[in-house]
């Protein structure tokens, strides 16, 4: 139990959630320019028995809509039951941002750079604070869900700070192949929200303005997975095929202007030497080989493979050999059906793949 934890969770305004109760909530945020107010909806669903209370938020970037989609397939197709706790649903975190399919706020402030926020501070700070203090503080656990920034597209990874044990083992139920240990960012979400004690983790998958089958899949059956964790629903947990954890990431960025054609896609595993993608001029010119530097998994793609020099292109993730070669072995043993063969197709579909040469 989060013991700073201050608000009950299933007491909202003047309303309170019986136990095996469900129904809609709201924060209020702020005020619109002609005095409305802008609030942020919650779905309350209470479980029979006790339990812990875990928030499950989408489009704290208002443009990252795949974990709305995912928090509308929980709670439209009801893929597991709630036996025992409360879960909190944050569809839409950042208002004002998912009306005009932008990630800042209106004053041009990043709001997963503004946590915990500010009773006094800015706009996207003072709706951060009141985001945090009235999910947060109901809540022993959290999973924010986002997706890659615009132009590219991420293979589905976890992101938690793997040295607070309760956030390791709460992040390794989740089912993730990968798992990126950090803190976050300063002002994440995340961040603030494990720091003050309800342990908090995060999914980036897929792409911006898109509600894609293989993420909104892969981001239900993690919080299931972490559901059944904490005995809030029952069932097994579906292990992953292989789990790589690391701190380790590099961008390969491109060396001259021109096109790209990319031969791996999101969710591979590359060797070292590997070549990545061909880098040739508008008059079909070769101008440079990309190829990967060690041996490692793709995490994040372009999805614009229109270049210039230093331009982002692929986010390679390593681990210490031996995972590596559990994770090679594991990929090349699945079937094409499998939710990871799925995903890597899926991300690869509107971007071309092709052979070298
Ligand atoms: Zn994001």
Redesign the pocket.
């Known amino acids: 139990m989060n013991e700073r934890r201050r608000r009950c969770p299933w007491r909202w305004g003047d309303r309170e959630f019986a136990p095996g109760e469900e129904g809609e909530a709201h924060i209020d945020v702020s005020l619109r320019y002609v005095g409305e107010p802008v609030q942020v909806p919650v779905i309350v669903w209470r479980g029979k028995r006790d339990g812990p209370t875990v928030f499950v938020s989408g489009a ?2 208002g443009d ?1 809509i795949n974990g709305t989609g995912a928090i509308r397939a929980m709670i439209y197709e009801r893929p597991f039951e709630l036996t025992a706790g409360t879960l909190l649903f944050a569809p839409v975190v950042n208002t004002h941002g998912f009306e005009r399919h932008e ?1 800042y706020m209106p004053d041009r402030r990043d709001l ?1 750079r503004c946590f915990p926020g500010s009773r006094s501070g800015s706009m996207a700070s003072r709706i951060a604070r009141r985001v945090f203090d009235e999910l947060v503080h109901r809540s022993d656990y959290g999973i924010d869900l ?4 615009v132009r590219r597209t991420n293979f589905p990874n976890v992101r938690a700070d793997m040295t607070n044990l309760t956030l390791a083992s709460f992040a390794r139920a989740f089912g993730a192949e990968l798992i990126l240990s950090s803190r976050g960012p300063r002002g994440s979400l995340r961040r603030a929200a494990t720091e003050f004690g309800c342990p908090t983790l ?1 999914l ?1 998958a897929g792409e911006v303005w898109k509600v894609e089958p293989g993420v909104v899949e892969y981001a239900v059956r993690g919080v299931r997975n972490c559901l059944i964790a904490l005995g809030m629903v029952e069932g097994e947990i579906e292990r992953p095929p292989f789990a790589i954890e690391t701190d380790a990431t590099s961008w390969t960025r491109s060396k001259h202007a021109g096109f790209l054609r990319l031969h791996v896609a999101p969710g591979d595993v590359v060797e070292r030497g590997q070549l990545l993608a061909t880098n040739i001029s508008l008059t079909g010119k070769r101008l440079s080989r990309l190829k990967a530097v060690r041996k490692g998994i793709v995490l994040g793609a372009t999805t614009i493979p229109v270049v210039a020099p230093g331009t982002a292109i692929f986010n390679i993730a390593y681990a210490k050999h031996g995972d590596m070669m559990r994770a090679d072995r594991a990929i090349s043993r699945l079937d094409d059906d499998h939710l990871h063969a799925r995903m890597r197709s899926d991300l690869a579909r509107n971007v071309r793949i092709v052979k070298p040469g």
Do not use: L, P
């Open positions: 704290v970037h990252e990630r997963n986002h997706t890659a920034a995060c980036e």
